[in-house]
């Protein structure tokens, strides 16, 4: 950690620690909640990435998630239901110099923000995006979200939820993000990896963060959660395996889909070598798919990263190009040129 500048006085050079990111504010989530545990983790993680707290910028949206930016002892945003992909985006074209995370619930994200979460994906604008699932709406008291199970029954479906869920990995798969990764809360070490490694990516990384909601949702994801073996962690250029005693495996199956197999009983080669830098998303997003709801085994980790030019880069290039051809141009006289009418 080199950074040194972010305070005055004598202690200018001493190295930012996890305490430094922490702010004053009282942390006000449920005694036990999951989002302690990644709030730990991100503060923990904040130093190591070498960049001054007055370059740091967290946006959010509401929920209990969303309470974010609050905890962190850096610039923060607290901004509008849904809408943080769209705020972080205008920062990091204005001021690319910054690094802007978005903390978002699975509400906030994929009901009302569903629209501005896929278009700051595909857009690849410069952010890094952690959505916390808890498979419900917190801050309101629980009502089913769109990662809902089927049947679930909350106050707002009372007699089961109809809608089948999305899958955040597919969704942010689809929209073709340059990063998207999987973990859980009380991975420390894992979720500390994945943290690192989406900050220190150039354009959009996604990362869902299963998160226990232990008010309205308790133990939604302990099948996985609390049962390592259920866990497949993707780990570029290795053969998928998991189990106790890695004892399954991932396979293709020449009709095109992926199975499960007992790995004591197959070749080596029979098992999917996990290829995180394919520019095709497609053996990623089956990989997504390998577990709909996390109740079976279960992948995390970094499913994809490749590269892919920054949105905020070209935007400001073709801006450039444009104030070359001509001139750098006058708000005032483009109102009042000849291309306007009245409405009588
Ligand atoms: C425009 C608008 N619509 C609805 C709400 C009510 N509301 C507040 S938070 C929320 C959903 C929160 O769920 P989620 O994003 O999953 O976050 P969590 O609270 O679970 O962390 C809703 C529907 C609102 N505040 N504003
Ligand atoms: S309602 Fe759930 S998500 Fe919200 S603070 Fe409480 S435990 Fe956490």
Request: charged share 20%; glycine share 10%; with cysteine.
């Amino acid at each position: 950690m080199t950074e040194t500048a972010t305070r005055d006085g004598a202690d200018a050079a001493r190295p930012l620690t996890k305490k430094d990111f922490s702010s004053d504010q009282e942390v006000r989530w449920c005694p036990g909640c999951g989002d302690y545990a990644i709030l730990a983790n991100v503060q923990g993680v904040m130093p190591s990435l070498g960049i001054p707290r007055e370059n740091l910028v967290f946006v959010s949206g509401i929920g209990c998630a969303a309470r974010f930016p609050y905890y962190m002892e850096t610039y923060g945003f607290h901004s509008i239901h849904g809408r943080a992909p769209a705020i972080a985006t205008g920062i990091s074209v204005t001021r690319p110099d910054l690094k802007v995370f978005v903390v978002t619930g699975d509400g906030d994200a994929l009901s009302i923000g569903g629209n501005h979460l896929i278009h700051a994906m595909r857009r690849n604008a410069n952010m890094t995006i952690l959505l916390f699932n808890n498979q419900i709406y917190g801050l309101t008291k629980g009502q089913y979200s769109p990662t809902s199970e089927l049947g679930k029954i909350t106050k707002s479906t009372p007699m089961g939820s109809l809608d089948y869920p999305f899958n955040p990995v597919s969704v942010a798969l689809g929209a073709e993000a340059t990063f998207v990764a999987r973990s859980i809360d009380n991975e420390r070490q894992h979720l500390t990896d994945m943290l690192t490694r989406a900050a220190n990516h150039e354009g959009t990384a996604f990362i869902e963060i299963y998160q226990n909601c232990n008010i309205f949702n308790d133990g939604a994801f302990d099948a996985v959660r609390k049962n390592r073996p259920q866990q497949i962690r993707l780990e570029h250029g290795r053969p998928i395996r998991f189990g106790a005693e890695d004892e399954f495996g991932v396979a293709l199956k020449r009709t095109g889909e992926l199975e499960i197999v007992d790995a004591t009983r197959v070749a080596e080669d029979v098992l999917l070598v996990h290829d995180a830098h394919r520019e095709d998303p497609g053996l990623a997003f089956m990989l997504s798919r390998l577990s709909h709801t996390p109740q079976g085994p279960t992948p995390i980790g970094l499913f994809r990263q490749v590269e892919r030019p920054v949105y905020g880069t070209r935007l400001n290039a073709q801006l450039d190009d444009a104030v070359a051809r001509r001139g750098a141009g006058d708000l005032a006289t483009l109102l009042a040129g000849p291309d306007n009418w009245m409405v009588n």
